[in-house]
């Protein structure tokens, strides 16, 4: 399990992180989601021990990551896929990880089959595509077959058969009661991995809870409802609806999307004007759809092409209310226009960023 706790980050006059606190429980997939420049790489990071908290403190396992006995052992991760000797082979490197943490040399191959790497093993990683890199990275954070797991964007760079592969695999590595936090932009592949969600805007909790949970909180269900093509007939509908108390938006297509009544009264309405319905059926939102809402007010790169802008000033509470980001005592300048480009720490590969722990006894390695 990790557990965060009033967990800050400062760099200088940037405040990355403030103020977090969060669960990642076992035995299920807690995807990690939030704007870029939200704090979430600087977050994982501070789980790993490779940055230090300014305040509060992040555990594993109760102690923190430099605390554990032999950690690179229990904890496993991948943050940076790029972060390999481009003159090693796959199979050297992670070889060398191996022999670092005490893992037999054996399980080396095993990993390398389980990401599908087995035929290239031999070449020098420089010349790996990206999906093939984080195939290599995924393999480096399973290495020792470790209790906790942390991907930072898994999927970049896989085609579909690789995104489908890792889907079921954090699955898999979460069923078998394993802590698996995974960061991800794709909404679409949180949608389908996820059981639950942590959700941070600006280097703040914006939401922790269930996939379902944070949809039905985060957007507003309704209804589809269509009818011939008869102007007269559509408009006979739409008072009548809102005679009703629901309220009515006609589409670009013609259908008309209703929220505030339930499918059957509004069927029985359509009847009772003699109105004929061709299509009446419910619209839940998407992962997507919601994300997009509450985290509206906490985006620091905007286009300005982008329809939403000035929709929402920057800072304006979300949506909802209950979600908005606190005040405290570093501001990021929410009033400033055009926002300004935050300062980012300098990512400082490490050849310990996919920390291991052994299935077995350990052995020399050989």
């Known amino acids: 399990m990790i557990e965060a706790v009033g967990l800050s980050k400062t760099y200088g006059s940037k405040t990355a992180v403030y103020n977090l606190s969060f669960t990642v429980r076992p035995g299920m997939v807690t995807g990690f989601l939030g704007p870029n420049g939200s704090g979430k790489s600087t977050t994982m990071r501070m789980i790993l021990g490779l940055d230090s908290p300014t305040s509060g403190q992040v555990t594993i396992g109760g102690q923190p990551y430099r ?38 040399a054996r399980r080396v191959d095993e990993v390398l089959g389980v990401v599908g790497l087995q035929e290239v093993a031999g070449r020098r990683s420089k010349g790996f595509s990206l999906g093939m890199g984080q195939r290599l990275g995924i393999a480096a954070a399973l ?5 906790v797991l942390l991907f930072d964007e898994p999927v970049n760079g896989l085609d579909p058969e690789g995104i489908h592969w890792v889907r079921h695999l954090m699955r898999k590595l979460a069923s078998e009661g394993r ?14 991995t996820a059981d639950h969600l942590i959700v941070i805007g600006r280097g703040q909790l914006l939401a922790d809870m269930s996939v379902k949970e944070f949809i039905a909180r985060n957007s507003t269900g309704f209804a589809v409802v269509r009818t011939p093509d008869v102007a007269a007939d559509r408009e006979k509908l739409t008072t009548t609806l809102t005679d009703a108390g629901a309220q009515v938006q ?29 299509e009446l059926s419910p619209h839940q939102a998407s992962l997507e759809e919601a994300y997009m809402q509450l985290t509206n007010g906490a985006v620091d790169y905007r286009s300005t092409s982008d329809p939403r802008q000035g929709l929402q000033q920057p800072g304006a509470p979300v949506p909802g209310g209950w979600g908005a980001p606190q005040p405290h005592p570093q501001p990021y300048g929410y009033d400033a226009a055009p926002p300004r480009m935050p300062a980012q720490p300098v990512p400082q590969p490490n050849p310990y960023a996919q920390p291991t722990q052994p299935i077995q006894p350990a052995e020399d390695a050989r």
Do not use: C, Y
């Not at 006995?69 to 796959?90: E, I, T």
């Not at 070889?95 to 037999?104: C, R, V």
């Not at 290495?143 to 209790?147: A, I, M, N, S, V």
């Open 143 to 147: 290495l020792g077959d470790p209790e």
């Open 179 to 192: 802590t698996v936090f995974v960061s991800s932009h794709l909404m679409s592949e949180m949608a389908l």
């Open 250 to 278: 006609q589409e670009q297509d013609g259908a008309l999307r209703v929220t505030g009544l339930e499918l059957p009264r509004i069927s029985d309405l359509a009847h009772d004007v003699d109105v004929r319905l061709w």
């Open 67 to 104: 605390g554990l006995p032999n950690a690179p052992r229990r904890v496993g991760a991948l943050l940076d896929a790029k972060a390999v000797h481009g003159g090693r082979s796959a199979r050297h490197h992670l070889l060398s990880l191996a022999q670092l943490s005490g893992i037999p």
